[in-house]
């Protein structure tokens, strides 16, 4: 097990967000996060990379290896975020600043987390655009980001997580904010990195269809509670939760 997610609570304003969630992920698998807007599934990726919304309270367990992150001290948790765990978002509009090159927002990253000098950094950086299928990697790096599409941002956003080589990928609604013909080719390349690098994804999305694209394990939230989990084909194919067949019955068309 990568990381273990065991009766995760979060309170906020003393509203109860998540009631004792349970996740765990896995080294080169997906596992997607489904259900309905307000479920928690995002207040579950903010808990792991401990960036809850001020005075939100937390218990539970979030185990990656022998480290319970909600109990680590600051410093160290500062080290796991961006380090071992890193995150996508929904948006590249917004996780891009728009004043920096290309090339400057991957080498800071890395340069503050791995200690890397400007040269190393730099090469690793065409590296990982390349891992990303940017085209031409080497002028791309001193471009900024207004100056390629939406889904090249998104690529984008995907090298500068993957830049100190994390252990957990936590990709919340990634394609959500991409014209429909560039999305497939995220997922593809999410899937390939999986793969390849041995990361372990959590894919938060409220869309079925690109749960059934890509997820190898799927868990459904409700109410801040994971109220079905399992392989993807079973869980949407044989739902035992009244509440997901529910989900996949209101899809327009076949179920996937
Ligand atoms: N900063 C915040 N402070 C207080 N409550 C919040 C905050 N952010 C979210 N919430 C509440 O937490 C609950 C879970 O929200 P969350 O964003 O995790 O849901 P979600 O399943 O990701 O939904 P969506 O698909 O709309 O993003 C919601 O009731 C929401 O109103």
Known sequence: MTLAIS??????????????VDLDLRAG???????????????????????LPH???????ILLGE??????PAKDLNAVRGGEVAMVFQDPATSLHPMLSVGRQLTEHMRHHLGLDKKQARAR????????????PEAAIDRYPHQFSGGMRQRIAIAIA??????VLIADEPTTALDVTVQAGILRLLRG???????AVLLVTHDLGVMSAVADEVSVMKDGLVVETGPRGTVLRDPSHPYTRALLDSLPGETP
């Open 125 to 136: 950086a065409v590296d990982l655009l390349g891992q990303v299928r940017i085209p031409g």
């Open 67 to 72: 480290r319970d992150l909600l109990t680590l």
């Open 193 to 199: 990195l999986c793969d390849d690098l041995g990361l």
């Open 162 to 167: 993957l830049a100190c080589s994390p252990k």
């Open 7 to 20: 009766d995760l609570k979060v309170s906020v304003g003393g509203r109860e967000i998540l009631r004792g």
């Open 55 to 61: 005075g939100a309270r937390a218990s539970g367990r």
């Open 29 to 51: 698998r997906v596992h997607g996060l489904a259900g309905e807007s307000g479920s928690g599934k995002t207040m579950t990726g903010l808990a792991v990379l401990g960036l």
